[in-house]
């Protein structure tokens, strides 16, 4: 069974640029969560997405964006990058996001500001 | 909110040595804990979990974690370290109602010394 996969793995953009990044979970897993990773501030909960709504939503600026097709795929959008949005964009997915539930993680995007 | 505080950001040890990791976490209702691991250059994977009964389990690689209730702790313990455990370790916490949400630890760095 494939794991999660997310595209592209590394990216370098411009600040003020925006840029979009995808997650395709596991077969017939609902909820796709999105976490920023950084040295310093180690996992942060971006959102959560299930059944193509978002179902919780973390402490970030309205920059961060995201939405869930109705395959369950997601993407996340970064409008008007700032160098701090440099991070691991880790995206994982679970069956159901509720009650007994663990998440798998994908490899990550790597996005760099400059 | 949830909270998850990670003791130790840099542990180093010799094979062989015996392992605890603490975690606590911060959160009034009822949880689901998990341990889990991130070897250089690969993706995060699930250690080990608690939803609910026996406070003591059992992970992949000879990990073990004990669920603490009074004590809002789930720390993750081996007996006998080896080499190939040289990773970064998150604690994480998401609440039963809510779990597509999780918060996680700041990680704790492990260097196992051949």
């Known amino acids: 069974k494939a794991g999660v996969t997310q595209t592209p793995r590394y990216l370098i953009k411009t600040r003020g640029q925006q840029v979009t990044l995808s997650c395709s979970p596991i077969?017939?897993?609902?909820?796709v969560s999105w976490y920023q990773q950084t040295p310093g501030q180690g996992l942060q909960f971006l959102f959560e997405?299930?059944?193509?709504?978002?179902?919780n939503k973390g402490n970030f600026p309205g920059r961060f964006s995201g939405r869930q097709f109705s395959n369950s795929r997601s993407e996340m959008n970064v409008s008007t990058l700032e160098l701090g949005d440099s991070a691991l964009y880790l995206c994982?997915?679970?069956?159901?996001?509720?009650?007994?539930?663990?998440?798998?993680f994908g490899q990550g995007t790597r996005l760099t500001v400059v | 909110a949830q909270s998850v505080s990670q003791h130790n950001h840099h542990v180093i040890l010799s094979e062989a040595a015996s392992l605890e990791l603490g975690c606590n976490y911060s959160?009034?209702?009822?949880?689901?804990l998990f341990w889990y691991v991130q070897y250089p250059g690969q993706h995060l994977q699930l250690l080990l979990k608690?939803?609910?009964?026996?406070?003591l389990v059992k992970g992949i690689k000879g990990f073990e974690a004990e669920f603490i209730k009074s004590k809002f702790s789930f720390n993750l313990r081996k007996p006998s370290v080896q080499w190939s455990d040289t990773a970064e370790y998150f604690c994480?916490?998401?609440?039963?109602?809510?779990?597509?949400?999780?918060?996680f630890g700041d990680g704790t760095t492990l260097t196992v010394k051949p």
């Open positions: 994982a997915s679970s069956l159901a996001g509720t009650g007994l539930t663990e998440a798998f």
């Open positions: 077969s017939g897993h609902r909820s």
């Open positions: 997405y299930f059944s193509e709504t978002q179902r």
């Open positions: 959160y009034g209702g009822t949880v689901n």
């Open positions: 608690y939803f609910s009964g026996d406070p």
């Open positions: 994480a916490v998401n609440a039963k109602t809510n779990a597509g949400k999780s918060t």
